[in-house]
């Protein structure tokens, strides 16, 4: 009688630890998948900008699995190159706001004083814009659909996120009986970081930087969708829904594509962070 109850409570709590992994492969498999139409796309397919008007609005066929737009050009070109464009501005928008995050926030919480003060100081200003609002002044400057002040505003709204995160997490850490007996052990920075720091702050950042992909790629798509930043006939996704709207009663492929790959790219972005976030 007391081993059957025994069973059914350490059974219990093991199956959602089997359905984390299980949701990581699922997300990490739908990742790789995207990733290669971008990668591997641009390189076989053709020009997403080459326009043949004989072809317009195509249907789906084996030839063009995703049809033709209003300029005869491929759709499924278009989202190769749409989906590159997204996911390596997003990853270049989160590693610039991750490396500043984190060297700034463990900066505040190591030196304090004069530093702590002026980078709150600084971080509580941007958290009072909205973010959005931001990356919009940025982009406005933009000049001829470039990326970089796109770039710009993204890594500056994402980055005040990492550091009020790192800086309160690093504080506890710095005043741990740990860190205070590397201190008396003369251990050094280097050895904190490496053993203290580091091991606590990496499951935060991968929840972080997990989402920050996801805010990135909407944020542009928001972007494009209004028309703001990049510009026609660049393959973008936000871009893509918008210049197909007019035509969503006769060719719905054109709507449905880009949304399918943001649809995609938002669940597998958010799969990585729940298994991340759970440990």
Not at 139 to 167: C, I, K, M, N
């Amino acid at each position: 009688m007391t081993a059957t109850p025994l069973l059914e409570a350490t059974a219990t709590p093991a199956a959602p630890a089997r359905r984390r992994p299980a949701v990581r492969r699922v997300a990490a498999a739908g990742l790789v998948g995207l990733a290669a139409l971008a990668l591997v796309g641009p390189l076989v397919l053709p020009d997403p900008t080459a326009q043949d008007l004989a072809r317009y609005l195509e249907p789906p066929s084996l030839d063009e699995p995703l049809g033709r737009d209003d300029y005869g050009r491929s759709v499924l070109a278009r989202l190769a190159h749409a989906t590159r464009l997204s996911l390596l501005l997003a990853a270049g928008c989160v590693a610039t706001a991750l490396v500043l995050g984190t060297v700034t926030g463990i900066a505040s919480a190591w030196f304090g004083g004069w530093v702590d003060g002026v980078l709150r100081a600084l971080s509580e200003t941007l958290v009072a814009i909205p973010g959005l609002l931001v990356v919009l002044l940025v982009a406005a400057l933009a000049t001829g659909g470039s990326l970089w002040p796109l770039y710009l505003g993204l890594a500056l709204a994402q980055w005040v996120e990492y550091f009020r995160v790192v800086r309160a997490r690093s504080g506890l850490v710095l005043g741990s009986p740990a860190v205070e007996a590397a201190g008396l052990l003369r251990l050094g920075a280097p050895h904190v970081v490496r053993r203290h720091l580091w091991p606590d702050l990496r499951p935060l950042l991968t929840t972080l930087a997990s989402l920050g992909m996801v805010t990135s790629v909407l944020a542009m798509s928001t972007l494009g969708f209004v028309k703001v930043g990049l510009r026609p006939p660049r393959a973008e996704l936000g871009l893509m829904i918008t210049e197909s709207f007019p035509f969503y009663d006769v060719a719905p492929w054109l709507t449905l594509a880009p949304i399918g790959v943001l649809f995609l790219l938002t669940l597998c972005f958010l799969g990585l962070r729940s298994t991340e976030g759970a440990r």
